[in-house]
């Protein structure tokens, strides 16, 4: 995850950024008298996300 912020004066802005990856597998194995069953699966994905803005005060006076 990376994030950064910056401020000048009344106005402030920032962003971030995450990512992520994976990889899985497996492995079965059955034996019977009746049967043999093998199998296998796997897996792999990945995500990236991110967000970002900005602020300013706003004042109010009556």
């Known amino acids: 995850m990376t994030e950064a912020r ?3 004066g009344h106005v402030g802005g920032y962003g971030r950024l995450e990512g992520f990856a994976g990889v899985e597998g ?3 194995a059955k034996a019977t008298k009746e049967e043999v069953t ?3 699966k796997g897996f792999a994905g990945g995500k ?3 967000a970002g803005g900005a602020k300013r005060p706003v ?3 009556a």
Do not use: C
């Open 6 to 8: 910056a401020e000048y």
């Open 26 to 28: 497996g492995f079965t």
């Open 38 to 40: 093998v199998g296998a």
């Open 48 to 50: 990236l996300s991110g």
């Open 59 to 61: 004042s109010v006076s």
